[in-house]
């Protein structure tokens, strides 16, 4: 018997305007597949930019928002050989292709990972999207090791911040990058980082301060830069790599329109503007550029469950939450999430009575 759900849809891609809650039936989870009874869902950029038809990823027609959640396991489907399915009342962090903004949802089991003893629900949401994005860009293809200095853009964002706990585990030198005085000063506070490697993104001495900051670091160059801003900000920063130096590059936030529709025009013209490199130049001058989406992983759930192996291993603490909002205020949510002036994650509660 199919049970009913609240779910945030979006007829078709193109605007924030278009989604709306609302109510539908559930099917059974499916073999292999459990039912997850939703507490939080984290809020992700790439949310805003797949409901504004932005993001390449973005299923074609109706569809529900989101790429993790955490809640309790409410039903389990067949058991599939080899692959053992959690308990009912398991606490669960799960990742989802598109569908986290709803009260309950049914994923592979493989998906699923137990929520860390200690951590809260809204915890467990806001962790697997932000975390793997920095794990993977920074140990398995920045080869961050220790003593490596590293850049990281929108260091007080989700990801930012998840990149700054695994520099430090990892024993590395970060100098971070943001936007705004308010984002200096939570993490001068909260990260103990020194001024000269704290930098705020404006136009006027953005070189100079990239060039003080490894003065003070003592290093000749980044050995890798993590980024997911681009526009202007690409080339001072490739151009300060050291030999050997990886540009990590994960998202273009440069292109977010202000407003809740795309924006043609400024697309069009950031997009002529967009930075180009010659890869004959990167044989010369020793530097590499590398790219990816995390959505591959999404794609071949079968290597989830090692991804998820490989990021418990480093013992990351418990995300930093920045707001919480009700799961009816998830358009509000994302129009403030996506205006670029969040600290640490956001995340919507459902039922935070139960
Ligand atoms: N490739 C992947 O697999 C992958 C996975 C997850 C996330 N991402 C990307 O990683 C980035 C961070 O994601 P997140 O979810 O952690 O978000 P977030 O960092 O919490 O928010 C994005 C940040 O981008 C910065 N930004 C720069 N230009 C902006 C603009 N024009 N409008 C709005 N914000 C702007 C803002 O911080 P500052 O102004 O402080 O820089 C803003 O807070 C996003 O670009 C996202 O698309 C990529």
Redo the contacts with the bound molecule.
């Keep these: 018997m199919p049970s009913p759900r609240a779910a945030w849809r979006i007829d078709r891609a193109g605007s924030l305007d278009r989604l709306r809650l609302v109510e539908e039936p559930l099917e059974p989870p499916g073999p292999g597949e459990v039912r997850v009874a939703i507490r939080a869902v984290g ?4 949310d805003a ?1 797949a409901c504004l038809g932005l ?1 390449s990823a973005t299923p074609r027609g109706s569809f529900v928002p989101g790429l993790e959640a955490a809640g309790t396991v409410d039903a389990v489907g067949a058991p599939l050989p080899g692959r053992p399915l959690p308990a009912v009342g398991d606490r669960v962090i799960v990742l989802t292709r598109f569908g986290g903004y709803a009260t309950a949802v049914n994923v592979d089991s493989r998906y699923l990972t137990p929520i860390p003893a200690g951590w809260s629900f809204e915890a467990g949401a806001a962790f697997p ?2 975390a ?2 920095a794990w ?2 920074l140990v398995r293809l920045g080869a961050v090791g220790a003593g490596s200095t590293v850049l990281v ?8 911040l ?1 990149a700054l706990a695994v520099l430090r585990r990892l024993g590395a030198q970060p100098v971070a ?4 005085q308010a ?1 200096i000063d939570y993490l001068a506070a909260q990260h103990g980082l020194a001024a000269e490697l704290l930098l705020l ?1 404006e136009p006027r001495g953005y070189a100079a301060a990239l060039d003080a900051a490894l003065r003070a670091r003592g290093a000749r160059g980044f050995d890798v830069v993590f980024d ?2 681009l ?1 202007r900000w690409f080339r001072p920063a490739f151009a300060r790599l050291a030999p050997e130096g990886r540009y990590v590059l ?7 329109p ?1 407003g809740t529709r795309r924006g043609w025009t400024r697309l069009a013209w950031r997009w002529l503007r967009r930075p180009r490199l010659d890869p004959l130049e990167m044989i010369s001058q020793n530097r590499a550029l590398l ?5 591959w992983l999404w794609e071949s759930v079968e290597r989830v469950p090692a991804a998820y192996a490989e990021l418990a291993a480093l013992e990351l603490p418990a995300p930093h939450i ?1 707001a919480c909002y009700p799961f009816a205020a998830a358009r509000e949510a994302l129009l403030e ?10 995340v919507l509660l459902v039922n935070p009575s139960a």
């Design positions: 809020l992700n950029f790439a930019f993001y999207v932000q793997l994005t993977y860009g853009q929108s260091a007080a964002g989700g990801v930012g998840q990058v943001v936007g705004s984002k993104r997911a801003v526009g994960y998202g273009a936030a440069d292109f977010m202000s790219a990816f989406n995390l959505i920045g999430l996506k205006a670029g002036q969040t600290v640490g994650k956001s």
